[in-house]
Each structure stands twice: as structure tokens, then as C-alpha cells.
């Protein structure tokens, strides 16, 4: 995700002005530096992924004066009361007002439900086959059947001793013998309670949708329109959970009424290929909704200079004139 703290003025006589506060408290924290702990690409991915498996994350600002210093993502956090959240802040347990707070909650609740599910299930299936593993060796495992009608005792000591000698002779490069006459009759693990292998794919296809995604995206062999889908149906709703939620806690009334706010957005080259981008920045300059220097500012270039003219289609005409013109074109047909 990338961020940026502008003022968008609106002028009815004029183009919108828009001013970027390029290196204001706010744009310094959310994209330079949240805190002395982690960059802004780590800190980001930490709070996604907390409100992806907590279903909430709470992020703490930290401030100097009316100066936003540092930003906190909390380990714990918990509602105290209608109005206070609890949270764990580098290991210091606080409560504070939520209006203080960003508090970003998973508006697909249902898939931290199912991941939450998912996990369970894994650990239970992982700690069931290690259970298995390291269960005590005088379990049964197989019969040794010996060529021998001796008495219990004698038949008990002769069976350890063959066991052992196998053992003791399987050291030199894992291979055993048996005499002559002798067998070893393996029994099946039955009562063994882990998944099968059609089990493990359903859990995977599961455990995959509940983080929004499928295998295709998790290998990253992904074709653009599965990746745009992906896109559309959870990374975007994200970052407007983000950007709600820092708009209407960080600034007043004031400044959001004189146009301020924090853009939340993803780099275009994330989304689309190359040829998509040079087809839209052609359109939109071509139909004089954009110019080349504002194009060049989406994509991270600098700004040269003419580059701040419109240009239009040469045909195109306000609609209102186009009926006169069939008018006309049907008076002279007459």
C-alpha cells in the first residue's frame, strides 16, 4: 500500500487545486517511518495480517504535542468498555480512549472465522500424527514369527535377542537379515487419525479462501485476470478499511471540510501490465481528462515542462450540438 496526505481544493470557476504534503507528520509516519521497529512495507503487511487472523487490528499513534511522531501496532488488544479499548504496546498494557486509536476491523469476518477453523483443524491433525511418531516403542507393531516351540520365558528372551541382533546389524546402512524359516508379519496403523491425501487438498483449498486467495496466487502463477479479481474482492476492500478509518480519526472537521485527506493506493504496475497502462494514459490525455504530467505523477515520474496542457479528439463536440447538427444534416437531405 501506498500512502499520501493531500488537500484537494474545489473551485466551481476553475480546475481542482490539489497540494501534497509530501513530507507532513502524517505522510512521514504512514510511509516513511511508523516507528523505530519496522519500515512501512513490514509495519503494513503486520497490520493486515493481524486483522485477517484477529479479525481486528488497533494501531496507536503516538504524538508530540499535535505532532505525530511514531505508530504502534498493538500485540493484544481487547474493548474495555463502550468508549476504551485495552491494548499491549511493547509489552505495557494501556487503556485508552478508541477515539485515539485506529482500529481497523475485518470487514470479512467469515474468513478469519474459517481461518481460525482452518488452523485449529492443522494443529490438531499435526499433533495427532506426532503423538503417532513418538508414541512409546513397546506399542505393537509387527509379529516375529520364530522357528522355535520353546517355552514362554525361553520363546520372550530368544525374540528380544533376534530383535536386537536386527537391530544391532541394520546400523551398517539400515539393512537386517532374518534365518532361515523366520517372518515378520507388519500390522497396519490403524486408529491413525491425520488426513488423507484428499483431505489434505480440501483443507488446502479451504485454508487458501479463507486468506482470499487460491493456489494460483499463493505459487504466483497468476494470470492478470485472476490477479485483478483478487484485487477487487480483497486487497481494495483493505485499503479502504485503512483509509477510512485514518481519515475520520486523524484529521478534524475542519480539515476534512478544507479538503484534507490521506490517499491510500496501490502502484498501478502492481495491477495492470505495461500495455494497459500505456492504452490508459493514451485515452485519458486523448479525451482531455488528464494531462501528461498528471499521468506521469501516477506512475512515479517527474513532471516536465508543457507537459500541464489538455489535449482533446479534434472530432469530438458537446453533446447539445450534435442534435442541431442532425437537424441541419436532415433539412438539407429534405
Given amino acids: 500500500m501506498r500512502f499520501k496526505h493531500v488537500k484537494i481544493t474545489r473551485n466551481t470557476d476553475a480546475v481542482d487545486s490539489w497540494e501534497w504534503f509530501e513530507f507532513s507528520d502524517l505522510a512521514q509516519a504512514v510511509s516513511i517511518s511508523p516507528n523505530n521497529d519496522a519500515g512501512p512495507v513490514v509495519f503494513w503487511s503486520d497490520v493486515i495480517r493481524t486483522m485477517l487472523e484477529k479479525g481486528i487490528a488497533v494501531v496507536v499513534p503516538v ?9 504502534h501496532l498493538a500485540e493484544q488488544a481487547a474493548e474495555h468498555n ?5 491494548v499491549t504496546v511493547n509489552d505495557e498494557e494501556r487503556i485508552i480512549d478508541k477515539s485515539d486509536v485506529w482500529i481497523f476491523e475485518n470487514p470479512k469476518q467469515n474468513l478469519t472465522m474459517q481461518l481460525g477453523q482452518m488452523t485449529k483443524l492443522i494443529d490438531e491433525n499435526l499433533r495427532a500424527l506426532s503423538e503417532k511418531v513418538i508414541e512409546p516403542k513397546s506399542k505393537i507393531r509387527a509379529f ?5 516351540m520353546a517355552a514362554d520365558e525361553d520363546l520372550k528372551r530368544k525374540s528380544q535377542q533376534r530383535v536386537k541382533d536386527m537391530y544391532e546389524v541394520a546400523e551398517n546402512g539400515g539393512i537386517g537379515f532374518l534365518q532361515k524359516g523366520e517372518s515378520i508379519h507388519e500390522l497396519s496403523h490403524v486408529g491413525l487419525t491425520t488426513f ?21 496466487l499463493f505459487t504466483c502463477d497468476y494470470n492478470e485476470d485472476q490477479y485483478r479479481a483478487y484485487y477487487q474482492s480483497v486487497v481494495k476492500v483493505y485499503m479502504r478499511v485503512v ?17 484534507q485527506k490521506c490517499l491510500v493506493y496501490m502502484d498501478l504496475f502492481d495491477i495492470a501490465s505495461l500495455k494497459d497502462l500505456n492504452e490508459f494514459a493514451f485515452k485519458q490525455t486523448y479525451i482531455g481528462n488528464t494531462n501528461s504530467n498528471e499521468v506521469r505523477e501516477v506512475i512515479g515520474l517527474p513532471p516536465y515542462d508543457g507537459g500541464d496542457t489538455y489535449f482533446t479528439n479534434k472530432n469530438a463536440i458537446p ?16
Fill in 63 to 71: 504524538f508530540s504535542g499535535a505532532t505525530l511522531t511514531a505508530i
Fill in 82 to 86: 463502550q468508549n476504551k479499548v485495552a
Fill in 144 to 148: 516375529l514369527e520364530l522357528t522355535t
Fill in 196 to 216: 488423507t491425501s484428499e483431505d489434505l487438498e480440501l483443507v488446502k483449498s479451504q485454508l487458501y479462501h479463507a486468506f482470499g486467495i487460491n493456489e494460483a
Fill in 243 to 259: 483509509a477510512e478509518e485514518i481519515n475520520r480519526k486523524f484529521f478534524t472537521k475542519t480539515a476534512r471540510t478544507q479538503g
Fill in 319 to 334: 453533446a447539445e450540438l450534435l442534435a442541431g447538427m442532425t437537424n441541419q444534416n436532415e433539412g438539407i437531405e429534405q
